[in-house]
Nanobody, 127 residues
């Protein structure tokens, strides 16, 4: 069974940093487009960042542009979301997602129509 596992969440003060990790289980990242999403209490799930299947294209939500960075380590088969200068409004459950259903290997999908999802990791930004 294909699964994803996120880790790295926690409680951090405003202005602090966290690095989220996401690793696959039951499959490898090869040719998967990957996305990071978040959902705050009472709000809809929103896209944070995406990576195209061959890693050539990334995109970020305007609210995190310049503060968050999506990266990967092929040797560890892990992708990361480095989050700097965190704000209280970044508080949410963060999810990673993957799909091999895309029209192009350059597609960087900022909508939640992914096939495989993790269970999420809580990020709380508070003083």
């Amino acid at each position: 069974q294909s699964q994803l596992a996120e880790s790295g969440g926690g409680l951090v003060q405003p202005g602090g940093s966290l690095r989220l990790s996401c690793s696959p289980s039951g499959f490898a990242w090869d040719y998967y487009a990957i996305g990071w999403f978040r959902q705050a209490p009472g709000k809809e799930r929103e896209a944070v960042s995406c990576l195209s299947a061959l890693g050539g294209v990334t995109d970020y939500a305007a609210s995190v542009e310049g503060r968050f960075t999506f990266s990967g380590d092929s040797a560890k088969d892990t992708v990361y979301l480095q989050m700097n200068n965190l704000k209280p409004e970044d508080t949410a459950v963060y999810y990673c997602a993957a799909t091999r259903s895309y029209s192009s290997t350059l597609e960087c999908r900022m909508t939640p129509n992914y096939d495989i999802w993790g269970r999420g990791t809580q990020v709380t930004v508070s003083s």
